[in-house]
């Protein structure tokens, strides 16, 4: 069976966090503006249990396809499983992260182009190429993000995990500091917050609380990283993989939370849609400096999780197009698929300087359909049927006592419960996905 990691509980709960948490973060306030903080509030938590329990669909999968796999179990593989090995099903998923991956990993590398700037300019910088966007995209892409992206496993992402947490805390801490008056702001909340949603043009409206949906379903996304989170942790039973779901997606929750009050708190309903605007430059010369410090942590962030989403996409992206994992490739083709990812991906942003609607659209579906849809119908599959026969008839890899699931241990039947839920999930995504895409379209029709 196949072989279990080493990476401690709080180390992968390290990643599990840095790859939920990014510059996403930084739109939270305003959707907290639109929406009024009580049912903020009540979206934000139910997107976090709604995300956990996807979560638990899915190392509940990975449970039963590591009884009958030999190598390390990725969505291609549970895809195979589900699917009696249909080659289409396979090319399916793996498409759908690849893509999905791929675009959110662009886009990290266009936010680094956006901020860079604003860094060089608040230093003092007022010409030559340091306020140039496709200067700080080519040289921390070929400096940082590729060197990061040629790790082999998440576990060696720690470091860049453990920084882009720090980051992401910062952020946190001073806008916490701006609610609570300890840094001053420059002007009074044009519109202020309300506990209830509100319509008060040309702040809030029901179609910026409509369009915010969009925030929360995707605040918690990150079961694109779970399968090789999984492999990696020292002795996987299932308790400690739901204790690493439950830190992972609490503690993101606590930021999360956090942010999104204190930024509306600070700064009203007319919070800008990036926190960062809002953060004064000229109130004083400690709330400036604090505000440029924060725009690098948040370079810091989304550095760090550039490599977290191209992961999962070179190994989507190598079972496409090669068939094996990018650990069975030669060097010279682990090299070539590698490069290739990062030269799109840093063409792609240097041409481009928003990918605001196209990012929404692939939101709107390889998000949806990787974090919900798939979790949902390989749970509905492998727990059901001859798949799940077969799943059951495999031996323990370490006797009848082991709980390491990893090695293929006995699995408790599944519940009522799990498989009705997974069910719902099923028609939740199916209803939210035309819908989604609808308004993007007319959003965009509207302009």
Request: glycine content about 8%.
């Amino acid at each position: 069976m196949v072989d279990v990691g080493s990476s401690t509980l709080p180390r992968c709960a390290v990643g599990l966090v840095k790859a939920i948490i990014g510059a996403g973060m930084l739109g939270l306030p305003f959707a907290f503006g639109q929406t009024g903080l009580l049912l903020g509030t009540s979206l934000l938590l139910l997107s976090a249990l709604l995300q956990m329990f996807t979560c638990r669909l899915l190392t509940r999968c990975i449970a039963a396809a590591a009884s009958t796999s030999r190598s390390a179990v990725t969505y291609a593989s549970l895809a195979d499983l589900c699917f009696d090995g249909n080659a289409s099903a396979r090319a399916a998923v793996d498409a759908t992260i690849a893509l999905g991956c791929f675009g959110f990993a662009t886009s990290y590398l266009i936010v680094l182009g956006g901020l860079c700037p604003q860094v060089a300019f608040v230093c003092g910088i007022t010409a030559g190429p340091l306020l140039l966007r496709q200067f700080w995209i080519t040289f921390l892409g070929w400096a940082v993000c590729l060197p990061l992206m040629c790790a082999s496993s998440l576990d060696a992402l720690r470091f860049s995990s453990i920084i882009g947490n720090i980051g992401a805390l910062f952020i946190v801490i001073v806008t916490c500091c701006f609610a609570v008056g300890l840094l001053p702001v420059t002007h009074a909340p044009a519109a202020a917050v309300s506990l209830a949603p509100t319509v008060r043009p040309p702040y809030t409206s029901i179609a910026g609380m409509v369009e915010c949906l969009s925030i929360f379903v995707f605040a918690f996304s990150c079961a694109q990283n779970l399968p090789s989170l999984a492999h990696e942790l020292a002795q996987p039973t299932q308790r400690r993989l739901d204790a690493l779901i439950a830190t992972g997606v609490g503690i993101s929750a606590v930021m999360y939370q956090a942010t999104a009050w204190c930024g509306a708190v600070a700064f009203g309903a007319s919070v800008d849609a990036n926190l960062l605007r809002s953060f004064p430059v000229d109130s004083s010369a400690l709330a400036a400096s604090v505000g440029t410090v924060a725009r690098v942590a948040v370079v810091l962030n989304v550095g760090g999780g550039f490599p977290l989403y191209m992961h999962p996409a070179r190994t989507s992206l190598s079972g496409l197009v090669f068939g094996k994992l990018p650990t069975e490739l030669s060097k010279f083709r682990w090299a070539a698929l590698t490069g290739s990812l990062f030269v799109a991906s840093w063409l792609l942003a240097i041409v481009i300087e928003s990918l605001d609607t196209a990012m929404a659209f692939i939101g709107s579906t390889t998000t949806l359909a990787m974090n919900y849809l798939l979790p949902a119908i390989f749970y509905i599959k492998m727990h059901r049927g001859p798949t799940a026969r077969a799943a059951a008839s495999q031996p323990s890899g370490l006797g009848e006592e082991t709980e390491y699931i990893l090695y293929g241990s006995k699995e408790a039947a599944p519940s009522g419960a799990m498989m009705r839920g997974a069910h719902m999930l099923v028609v939740m995504v199916v209803v939210m996905m035309p819908l989604m895409v609808g308004l993007q379209l007319w959003k965009l029709l509207s302009q």
